[in-house]
């Protein structure tokens, strides 16, 4: 199919080691988003990138977070340091801009993590 | 500070019968609004949205209503039917800052019975 992928689809980590996770838009999108969510809760936004302009970070939760977009497509999104309130599942999702800049956000299976 | 919420958690309903689910929200910089429709394990699928500019928007069995006023949009399916059965979570967007960020409710559980 071609909607976004993401891998690995589910990460059993200990706590204090560092994780990296993958995510690949739908081709020709040119945004990309990253987004938590944790048990019993909605969506969390964490950050936003958008062609070659500078990402939205405004949405990471501590300074261990940090993404990445090479070559505007294959984004990694990575947390350093993991601690147990980390685990949760990380959705990734992209779009094109639409009409009157509104955007329909297409998401991926999402990344199940587990920090034990 | 809560500014999308779904203040049912749950929402159980008959088969062929209507399911309305509901959703408020706080920032009148919303502009854009989104249902999408989430089953176990998977990530959210895109079901409908509407803009500011309308106050209904319907795609087969799915309509959703806008009233601004009351700062309150509401998801119709009919007939439900037991596949319907998932978490579906409200969203916004809007704001010249952040046109693209999507605000998530909590979502509602509903449950279609046979």
């Known amino acids: 199919g071609a909607g976004v992928s993401q891998s690995p689809s589910n990460k059993v980590t200990e706590k204090g080691k560092d994780v990296e996770l993958r995510c690949d838009p739908i081709?020709?999108?040119?945004?990309l988003y990253w987004y938590r969510q944790s048990l019993g809760q909605g969506l969390e936004f964490l950050i936003y990138?958008?062609?070659?302009?500078?990402?939205?970070k405004s949405g990471l939760p501590s300074d261990r977070f940090s993404a990445e977009r090479t070559g505007g497509s294959v984004s990694t999104l990575t947390i350093q340091r993991t601690q147990q309130e980390d685990s949760a599942v990380y959705l990734c999702?992209?779009?094109?801009?639409?009409?009157?800049?509104?955007?329909?956000?297409?998401f991926g299976p999402g990344t199940r993590l587990l920090v034990l | 500070d809560q500014q999308v919420k779904q203040n049912s958690p749950s929402l159980s309903v008959q088969e062929g019968r209507i399911s309305i689910l509901n959703c408020d929200y706080t920032?009148?910089?919303?502009?854009?609004f989104l249902w999408y429709k989430k089953y176990p394990a998977e990530g959210p699928t895109f079901l409908i949205s509407?803009?500011?500019?309308?106050d209904k928007n319907e795609d087969g069995r799915f309509t959703v209503f806008l009233n601004k006023s009351a700062k309150h949009l509401s998801l119709h399916i009919v007939p439900s039917q037991p596949g319907d059965s998932a978490v579906y979570f409200c969203?916004?967007?809007?704001?010249?800052?952040?046109?693209?960020?999507?605000?998530f409710g909590s979502g509602t559980r509903l449950l279609v019975r046979p």
């Open positions: 969203a916004a967007s809007g704001g010249m800052d952040s046109s693209y960020k999507l605000i």
């Open positions: 509407i803009s500011s500019i309308k």
């Open positions: 081709s020709g999108h040119t945004a």
């Open positions: 920032n009148s910089m919303f502009d854009y």
């Open positions: 990138f958008q062609g070659n302009s500078a990402p939205d």
């Open positions: 999702a992209s779009s094109s801009p639409g009409l009157a800049g509104w955007e329909t956000q297409y």
